[in-house]
């Protein structure tokens, strides 16, 4: 049997990177999206491109778990059990601003990003148990540990999604499932792009690296804990931001 992924929100930027990396190494992919013609679009140029089995699937960011099994039981029912699990997808709740964000909306970032993130978790393990091993990778984010102005329920909830990590992959070692986190720091996607002064000044003054990332280091490192190349790590965290987290102040340029 195939090799099969599953990826959140994975119609475009680094879930679809993600995926065509997955592809390459002649993975089935399966990949989610909030608007099923983008999941069906994504993965027909998947499979048109890399030759793979690739399927899209509608998925909310519910908390309805039996909705959501719906999807791991068509996977299961086309004759696959996951070897991977990729949770990309994330609600990014820009703009929340400490004294007019509502509680409603704090609370909707941290649905999504631990609570449907946790579901989901379970729903893989429960297949992956049946395959008798698997792996599940966050993408997290390096705003779990450092924080940029008006996210504050997304680092909230990066940071505790990767409670959630250690958690699981304590609960899940004995099943031989790794849980592990990739913690992105900026990639280049249309946002940073169209985000010109961050995009130019921010890595050269605050990365040692001097540069952000594409979607393929992010995908190398997702594929590095989704695939047997990490067989014996689990509950682990890969920062991939060019050394982002680690430099203190940013480093302002002699004049002279
Ligand atoms: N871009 C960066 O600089 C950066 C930095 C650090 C970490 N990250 C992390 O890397 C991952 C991918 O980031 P990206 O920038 O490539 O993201 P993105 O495309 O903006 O978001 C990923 C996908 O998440 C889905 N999504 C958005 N809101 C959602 C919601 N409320 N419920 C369910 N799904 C939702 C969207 O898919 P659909 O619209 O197709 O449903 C979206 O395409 C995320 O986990 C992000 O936190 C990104």
């Known amino acids: 049997m195939k090799k099969c992924v599953l990826i959140t929100g994975a119609a475009v930027n680094t879930g679809f990177g993600i995926a065509e990396k997955f592809a390459k190494e002649n993975y089935a992919v399966f990949v989610t999206s909030r608007y099923l013609k983008d999941a069906e679009d994504a993965a027909q140029k998947i499979s048109q491109k ?87 990778v966050f993408i997290n984010s390096n705003t779990a540990y450092r924080c940029i102005p008006n996210r504050i329920s997304y680092s909230a909830s990066k940071s505790g999604a990767l409670g959630l990590m250690r958690a699981l992959a304590l609960e899940l070692g004995k099943y031989n499932i790794r849980v592990n986190a990739v913690l992105p720091g900026m990639i280049k996607t249309d946002r940073w792009q169209n985000n010109v002064g961050n995009i130019q000044k921010a890595p050269s003054a605050c990365t040692p690296i001097g540069d952000i990332a594409d979607f393929e280091d992010i995908a190398n490192a997702v594929y590095y804990f989704g695939s047997e190349l990490s067989k014996n790590t689990t509950g682990a965290e890969l920062t991939v931001d060019g050394g982002n987290t680690i430099q203190l102040y940013p480093i302002i340029p002699d004049e002279n």
């Open 50 to 136: 890399y030759n793979v089995v690739s399927k899209g699937y509608e998925m909310e960011g519910s908390l309805c778990e039996d909705n959501l099994k719906k999807v791991f039981d068509d996977i299961e029912n086309s004759g696959y059990l996951l070897d991977c699990l990729v949770l990309n997808a994330a609600n990014l709740g820009i703009n929340q601003e400490i004294f007019s964000v509502s509680v409603e909306d704090f609370m909707d970032v941290i649905n999504v990003n631990i609570g449907w993130n946790f579901l989901l978790c379970r729903l893989a393990a429960k297949q992956m148990i049946k395959k008798g091993d698997g792996s599940i």
